[in-house]
């Protein structure tokens, strides 16, 4: 398999249209914030976060530490720690409608992603990535993934990667995911059935969806979506989408 798929990567370089890896993730209007969730968000400020946040079905006290500035229109928010809009359910019409909207797309993205069969890559490195050198494709693991030490995702501006994690994601203080060969963070997915961890420094990239929650503790930064289905906790972290 992974001489397979290094044989087709390197067709690619040569110029191939073909692009690798598995059929995008539609995100449909759950792509519209950076940091989206159903049971709340909270900041240890000053976190910075570029993108639109939002929280549903939970109210806006399902917002910490934003000190938020709701609008004359009652429908967002801002706040000095997000280059972009906050919402929640509780805003005015039709704020409540657009975000139920956007928590079911991402119910289907993960329903997607998570559903996806015929990994190209099983169980890889047992779980623990820190140090592979990940082309494109599907990868599939049936534990917790760890990356302890910098991990590489290589490939072009056209290829695909889908993570599956049925565990939890954690990666290291200080470690990063780093993108090599052209690869966009918007073409990676990260489906987790178990919490996800980013500790001091550490740095992300790819869309995560979390079927529970997503917390980057100090430093930590994202080249990312954050999707979850509970809660997102962010310490002074940069999250850029
Ligand atoms: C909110 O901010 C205060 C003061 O900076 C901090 O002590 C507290 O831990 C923060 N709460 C959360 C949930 O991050
Ligand atoms: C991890 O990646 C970062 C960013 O590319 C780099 O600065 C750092 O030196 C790498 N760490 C190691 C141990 O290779």
């Known amino acids: 398999m992974i001489s397979t798929s290094s044989t087709l990567y390197f067709l690619t370089v040569l110029?191939?249209?073909?692009?690798?890896?598995?059929?995008?993730?539609?995100?449909r209007t759950a792509a519209n914030y950076a940091i989206l969730a159903k049971a709340g968000v909270s900041t240890l400020p000053p976190s910075v976060i570029t993108g639109?946040?939002?929280?549903?079905?939970?109210?806006?006290?399902?917002?910490?530490?934003?000190?938020?500035a709701l609008d004359g229109t009652g429908q967002f928010s801002t706040s000095t720690q997000v280059i972009g809009k906050v919402f929640a359910a509780s805003y005015a019409p039709t704020t409540p409608a657009t975000l139920s909207v956007a928590v079911g797309d991402m119910g289907t993205a993960f329903t997607d992603a998570t559903g996806r069969v015929s990994p190209n890559f099983m169980n890889l490195g047992s779980g623990a990535i820190g140090g592979l050198v990940l082309t494109p494709g599907l990868y599939k693991w049936t534990s917790a993934v760890t990356i302890g030490s910098n991990v590489t995702i290589i490939g072009g501006a056209a290829d695909t990667w889908i993570f599956q994690?049925?565990?939890?994601?954690?990666?290291?203080?200080?470690?990063?995911?780093?993108?090599?060969?052209?690869?966009?963070?918007?073409?990676?997915?990260?489906?987790?059935?178990?919490?996800?961890s980013a500790a001091a420094g550490a740095h992300l990239e790819g869309v995560i969806l979390g079927q529970t929650s997503i917390t980057l503790l100090t430093g930590a930064t994202a080249n990312s979506r954050l999707l979850a289905q509970t809660s997102v906790v962010l310490q002074k972290a940069t999250v850029t989408n």
């Not at 110029?15 to 995100?27: D, F, I, Q, R």
């Not at 954690?170 to 059935?193: D, F, M, P």
Request: aromatic share 4%; proline share 3%.
């Open 52 to 68: 639109n946040v939002a929280v549903s079905p939970i109210s806006a006290l399902g917002l910490t530490n934003f000190s938020l």
């Open 165 to 196: 994690v049925t565990g939890t994601l954690s990666i290291g203080a200080g470690q990063k995911v780093v993108l090599a060969g052209g690869a966009l963070s918007s073409n990676i997915v990260w489906v987790v059935t178990g919490a996800v």
């Open 15 to 27: 110029g191939s249209v073909v692009a690798l890896g598995p059929a995008a993730v539609n995100l």
